[in-house]
């Protein structure tokens, strides 16, 4: 179904848009204010970089956004924290305009702050050393304002205070929970982000405690303590101790108000960060274009972060990265690559483009090698590049062909013939076309599937009757708009046969660290395999793996085995992918439908660095993906509607 957001209708892509937690971004000016006005023009220089930091990840978020910043070295009694937060229909801009605003009705009042950037930091708020920005999808239905990051725990002492905002899911909240009931807190939500926070802020006020304990033993006096606990405050160890008993995949980042910061990621590398360090700025990403674009570095210049370890950006603008958890195999997620990163990254794109090359062989063999009689398209927007993939391997197949059918017919070969040979060549053309926004005041069920029916528009003569119709997407999950949209248009342009790829192989398990995947049961894969067990009256295995489920419910996960692969066992891809193509070939519909998904093993051969493929094979990368899988069958066989975790 469509979902409606005020007026407007927000139709979801051919596979149904799937929500990706948030995308995060953390700034240090390793200069004085004065440098980057001198320089640069502004004192806002590093709002104004945030700013497109954040616009150049929004494709990791467009349902929230969140800014905050911490003022260096200023007096007691000065703010030196700022927050902004928005979940507005372009949280963003909404921010931004709220910061622009308030700049500017200061500076109208204040004429004298125009020229002078000390009184600008002092009296206008934004204006900091250290900034953070966050952007998210709203999930599972929460997307009020207290639930858009940063999230912000304060004190009066300033090293207490804690900044934190993250690309994250923890798979063990209830844990982690329990945790902080168990050191006396009182937490005031199980949410991951609040159940973080305060496990960092539990050990980063015990370091501070300490250090002032001892700092007083040292002689000094309460007031000359503050400096020095800034100065000796060993972040890395706050986070060894917080984030020993994490389970989940993260990139999280969080700023202390005195000056420090860190961003740590996972051990297993499930979620992305990257980081850029020169002597104006320290820069950490979700998303490595990002910072090549907004701060002009080359791509050899922006470095990942490695799993386990943390960037930790202290206070005097030294910067270092820590090993904090041991790391594990790196299980970096592939469906980032296909799906949600910048296709402007270099290596996703040239990804992207063998995961279509790698496909084209199944394609070939659907289409019975009638390259001449097929139209190669894609779904905008995200398979343009896996497209071009897959047409330059059709190329180099004919070229193949045709230089066979020169060689054969040698000396004697005729200009017509000659032409006729070089003639061929793979019939491109953009087929689908999206119309990203439909306007509508109507709410109700059948008047919303006519409008999803009308979310992509077709090019009329571009395919001749009986031709094969080729379209790829990046990936088919639950299929719904590729049932009561797209088969249906291009079913108007009359091809014989319409076959459509997913550069993604088939999506069969539920995701548990941060993308918006959580029941089994909106899979089409799973659905073509329950129908597959039906055909076969082979349902009392369903019954079967429920009750193996159901003996782990109260297992430790380390000892939790992913019973849910059974499921799939006795089938094929082969065989899930044509019982997918029957459940999504609408009634009346006069084309064949084919549904063709990429190998594992081509994911893992154009994606080899990032090999975290538990969507499709249900190796998940951490003890707490199997207890929350076996949970999402338990929650299928017995129709609850809710989260396995």
Known sequence: MPQFFGAFLIPKTMSDAIKHECGISVIRL?????????????????????????????????????????????????????????????????????????????????????????????HIPYIG????????????????????????????????????????????????????????QHPKEMADTVTVMEKIGHFLDDAVAKLYKQIKKEGYTKQEASPLIAERLKVY??????????????????????????VLRDPSGIRPAYYYRDDEVVVVASERPAIQ???????????????????????????????????????????????????????????RKALGKLVFPQILEAINEDIKNTVFSYIPNTAETSFYGMVKEAQ?????????????????????QLHEILDVRPRIEK?????????????????????????YDISYGSVKKGD??????????????????????LDRLSPKKIIVVSSAPQIRYPDCYGIDMAKLEDFIAFKAALALHEDNNSMHFVEDIYKKCLTQVNSHDNDVINYVKEFYAPFTAKQISKKTGELLSPEGINAEVSIIYQTIENLHEACPKNLGDWYFT???????????????????????????Y
């Open 237 to 262: 160890k706050i986070l060894r101790r917080a984030a020993k008993n994490f389970d989940g995949g993260y990139a999280m980042a969080g700023l202390l108000g005195h000056g420090d910061a860190f």
């Open 618 to 644: 249900g190796n998940y990368p951490t003890p707490g993906g199997n207890r929350v899988v076996n949970k999402a069958f338990i929650n299928f066989y017995e129709g609850n509607n809710e989260r396995a």
């Open 293 to 351: 674009t907004v701060f002009n570095v080359p791509y050899d210049e922006v470095k990942e972060l490695d799993p386990g370890a943390a960037i930790i950006i202290k206070k005097n603008g030294t910067s270092d990265i820590k090993q904090i958890l041991e790391p594990k195999e790196r299980k970096a997620c592939s469906f980032e690559r296909i799906y949600f990163s910048r296709g402007s990254d270099k290596e996703i794109y040239q990804e």
């Open 396 to 416: 180099n197949y004919l070229n193949k062909k045709k230089e066979e059918q020169i060689l054969a017919l040698g000396t004697g070969i005729t200009g017509e």
């Open 468 to 489: 094969n119709l080729v379209i790829i997407d990046d990936s088919i999950v639950r299929g719904t708009t590729l049932k009561k949209s797209i088969l249906r248009i």
């Open 129 to 184: 050393e250290l900034l953070l920005g966050h952007v998210r999808y709203g999930t599972f239905g929460k997307n009020s304002i207290e639930s858009v990051h940063p999230f912000l725990r304060q004190n009066n002492w300033m090293h207490r205070n804690l900044i934190v905002a993250g690309n994250f899911n923890m798979t063990n909240v209830h844990e982690l929970f329990d945790n902080l009931i168990q050191l006396g």
């Open 30 to 122: 390793l200069k004085p204010l004065e440098y980057y006005k001198e320089k640069y023009g502004t004192a806002f220089y590093g709002v104004n970089k945030m700013y497109l930091m954040m616009e150049k990840q929004h494709n990791r978020g467009q349902d929230g956004a969140g800014f905050a910043s911490i003022k260096l070295d200023v007096e007691a009694g000065e703010r030196y924290m700022s927050r902004v937060r928005s979940c507005q229909q372009q949280p963003i801009q909404d921010i931004f305009a709220q910061i622009n605003d308030r700049i500017n009705s200061e500076l109208k009042e204040h004429p004298e702050y125009e020229d002078d950037v000390a009184l600008q930091k002092k």
């Open 431 to 455: 087929v689908a076309i999206k119309d990203a926004k439909l306007r509508t005041f109507i709410t109700q069920d059948s008047s919303r599937d006519d409008l999803v029916a009308h979310v």
